[in-house]
Nanobody, 125 residues
Framework: QVQLVESGGGVVQAGDSLRLSCAASAFSFSRYAMSWFRQAPGKEREFVAV????????DYTDSVKGRFTISRDNAKNTVYLQMNSLRPEDTAVYYC??????????????????WGKGTLVTVSS
């Protein structure tokens, strides 16, 4: 059974950094793009970043460009989100998602067929 398990969330101050990890299992990890989304209280889940299956292509939402970096280690079946210069508006539950189709990327949450349970990031001002 496919599993995605996020870790690395916590409470930090504005300007600090965090690195989230998402450990994947039970599928051919290196064939699928992986994504990060986030959901703040009272808001819809929104796209943050996506990385291609091989790791050579990435895409970010505008609000995190230059601050967040998505990466992956296909040998460890893990995708990461390095978050620098955190802001209070980055406060949310962060989810990793598996893109449904092999070797394709997407910003659309409906193109993800598996999600982790999320990890909470709280940024205080």
């Amino acid at each position: 059974q496919v599993q995605l398990v996020e870790s690395g969330g916590g409470v930090v101050q504005a300007g600090d950094s965090l690195r989230l990890s998402c450990a994947a299992s039970a599928f051919s990890f290196s064939r699928y793009a992986m994504s990060w989304f986030r959901q703040a209280p009272g808001k819809e889940r929104e796209f943050v970043a996506v990385i291609s299956a091989g790791g050579g292509s990435t895409d970010y939402t505008d609000s995190v460009k230059g601050r967040f970096t998505i990466s992956r280690d296909n040998a460890k079946n893990t995708v990461y989100l390095q978050m620098n210069s955190l802001r209070p508006e980055d406060t949310a539950v962060y989810y990793c998602g598996k893109v449904r189709s092999p070797y394709s990327t997407s910003r659309n949450p409906y193109d993800m067929n598996y999600w982790g349970k999320g990890t909470l990031v709280t940024v205080s001002s």
